[in-house]
């Protein structure tokens, strides 16, 4: 497995502002993951964040919103942009080809608690 | 489509078994999860069966795959407090290194 950090851990933001999130690996991984979980729901993939290039968006997310960087294989950050009181999710990285019994298998972050006023 | 169903919510006395099911829709899915999430923590991954076998255990935790009904199931033996959790259970989708998850079922634990 990995061992997966993320900061900050939980945010308190004001609607219209932006916010970043960092995700730390401490190993070189192939693939890093960002997830969307809503009160009281399950985990949604936003994208799909790749190195040297462009992420991949699921439906219903867009790189306008949700631009995401990974410059190298052990580090992303996600931006949630012009946020709204909708935007109030947990927001968890994974990283997947890292162990496991298959390269689909993913290991998750702590997540980052964010809370829009 | 892609849906992958859990019951919301069960309630076992400590001691006793849980059983905690799940049905998934799609057939090609190379490995079937199981992740457990703590109140306010990320997902930690608990145990996974590969799609051509019936059954894996693991110390308390065996997992039953009934492949024909697309029907996943996880038993924990002796359920403890600190078993209290939402468990969520999610398949490959195939390609793309893509997991589909469960709505998740919360487990309480009861003295």
């Known amino acids: 497995s990995a061992v997966i950090s993320q900061k900050p851990s939980r945010d308190i933001c004001q609607r219209g502002t932006s916010l970043t999130i960092q995700c730390q690996v401490d190993?070189?991984?192939?693939?890093m993951f960002w997830y969307r979980q809503q009160p009281g729901q399950s985990l949604t993939l936003i994208a799909t964040?790749?190195?040297?290039?462009?992420?991949?968006?699921e439906s219903g997310f867009v790189i306008d919103k949700f631009p995401i960087s990974r410059p190298n294989l052990t580090f992303s950050t996600l931006t949630v942009s012009n946020m709204s009181p909708e935007d109030s999710s947990i927001y968890l990285c994974?990283?997947?080809?890292?162990?496991?019994?298959?390269?689909?298998?993913?290991?998750f972050g702590p997540g980052t608690r964010l809370t829009v006023l | 489509g892609e849906d992958v169903e859990q019951s919301l919510f069960l309630s076992v006395r400590e001691g006793d078994s849980s059983v905690i099911n799940c049905t998934y829709t799609d057939s090609s899915s190379t490995y079937l999860y199981w992740y457990k999430q703590e109140p306010g923590a990320g997902l930690q991954l608990l145990t996974y069966i590969f799609s051509n076998m019936d059954m894996k255990q693991d110390q308390r935790l065996t997992v039953l795959l009934n492949k024909k009904d697309k029907h996943l199931s996880l038993r924990i033996a002796d359920t403890q407090t600190g078993d209290s959790a939402i468990y969520f259970c999610?398949?490959?989708?195939?390609?793309?290194?893509?997991?589909?998850f469960g709505t998740g079922t919360q487990l309480k634990v009861e003295l």
């Open positions: 190993s070189q991984v192939t693939m």
């Open positions: 999610a398949e490959d989708t195939g390609g793309g290194n893509k997991l589909t």
């Open positions: 994974s990283v997947g080809g890292r162990g496991g019994p298959s390269t689909d298998t993913q290991y």
């Open positions: 964040a790749n190195q040297g290039s462009e992420a991949t968006y």
